[in-house]
């Protein structure tokens, strides 16, 4: 018995053609067709599916054939669940430091009459190393310790 994958009509919602999805899947188009007409696909290549869609592996699809792969599939989905949510959690601590570097430079403001332009320039020095120190040693740390939310849009997933 072959799968029953939702993946054509995922695509067809997002207006995608095969080449589309395949292009920013990083797979092959004959790999998608496989994929569409219900053949198995190894977790990795379902996973890059479902973050192209940005739906969980099992959203891709109705019914699965093979009762090993729903248990794989269900699973990874349980386990990505896990991850996202307490990759979610670790985030706020970003939050927490953005609000911090606001209040801290709140509270400076009074005694730093005199270097108002130096404070008024450390606003948005301060924003962009709070951004850059997030993208690439943050991100990279919480990439490393949730491995299965890379690429994941978080705050979509945890809508769903």
């Known amino acids: 018995m072959k799968n029953k994958t939702l993946i054509r009509e995922l695509r067809k919602q997002k207006g995608w053609t095969q080449e589309n999805l395949a292009e920013k899947c990083n797979l092959s188009v004959r790999t998608i067709q496989r994929l569409e007409s219900g053949e198995d696909g190894n977790l990795t290549t379902l996973n890059l599916v479902a973050k192209a869609f940005e739906v969980k592996i099992g959203d891709l699809f109705e019914s699965i054939g093979n009762s090993s792969k729903e248990k794989d599939i269900s699973d990874y989905s349980e386990n990505q669940s896990e991850q996202v949510e307490q990759r979610r959690m670790v985030q706020q601590l970003y939050t927490i430091v953005r609000l911090l570097f606001i209040v801290i430079m709140i509270g400076v403001a009074p005694f730093i009459q005199h270097f108002g332009l130096l404070w008024a320039i ?12 997030n993208s690439t040693w943050f991100n990279t740390l919480l990439d490393k310790k949730y491995p299965l939310t890379r690429g994941v849009n978080i705050k979509k997933y945890t809508q769903k």
Do not use: A, S, V
């Not at 450390?122 to 120190?133: N, R, S, T, V, Y």
């Open 122 to 133: 450390m606003w948005p020095i301060g924003f962009m190393l709070l951004k850059i120190i």
